[in-house]
């Protein structure tokens, strides 16, 4: 379900304005042309801000729900059929499937950010962490805000063992999103292991 976020604002203005006689007949008011809808980048800045915002857990949640399905909208039928493709084959197991869509998705849209890191995340399922860093890496340029890319790095770099650099990620994550409980998780653990660890 698309939601289309208008807001108009109406601010009280006292005008001047002369009595008119009884006899002038008053012209109807022309009816306000509709708002334009919001562009998708639009879109996405008001979601961003509004979870930057929130401090009700399950409300952030629905607000980043909101945000994935802005950013699982390619603009392209084929594109987002592929990307369909890919969820099937991952969620059945099939890597080399899924990763054979997502080439293809992000060879004919290289601009589409939720491509890259589909495929990123596809890499890290089958411990392909170098392959995996550089589709995060092209998934951030284009989407610097996108906290899972952000949570795949931090997991990453926790994996093999460079703890401060995924505090670091998980930090970035809870900048764009505050309320996501696992990054807050991820910051707590990861802060007092290296404190005893005296960094």
């Known amino acids: 379900m698309r939601i289309l976020f208008a807001f108009l604002i109406a601010l009280p203005v006292s005008l001047s304005v002369p009595a008119l006689a009884d006899d002038q007949a008053t012209a109807p008011a022309a009816p ?3 708002a334009a809808p919001l562009t998708k980048q639009a879109r996405l800045d ?16 629905r607000i980043a729900g909101n945000i994935w399905n802005e950013w699982f909208h390619s603009g392209s039928a084929s594109i987002d059929l592929m ?23 992000v060879t004919l849209q290289p ?3 939720e491509g890259w890191n589909r495929r ?3 890499h890290f399922m089958m411990k392909n962490y170098s392959k995996s860093m550089s589709d995060i890496d092209h998934t951030l340029q284009l989407e610097p805000r996108h906290f899972g890319a952000l949570a795949g790095l931090a997991q990453i ?7 401060q650099s995924a505090l670091e990620a998980w930090q970035r994550v ?14 707590a653990t990861l802060s007092e292991e290296l404190a005893g660890e005296g960094i």
């Open 32 to 34: 306000e042309a509709p």
């Open 46 to 61: 008001k979601l961003f801000a509004d979870l930057k915002r929130e401090r009700n857990e399950k409300a952030a949640e």
């Open 83 to 105: 990307m369909q493709w890919s969820q099937k084959a991952i969620e059945n197991q099939k890597f080399d499937v899924a990763l054979d869509f997502l080439d293809q998705v």
């Open 111 to 113: 601009t589409y950010a």
């Open 120 to 122: 990123a995340t596809v």
């Open 157 to 163: 770099m926790a994996l093999t063992g460079h703890k």
């Open 174 to 187: 809870l900048a764009i999103y505050p309320m996501m409980r696992s990054a807050q998780n991820q910051v």
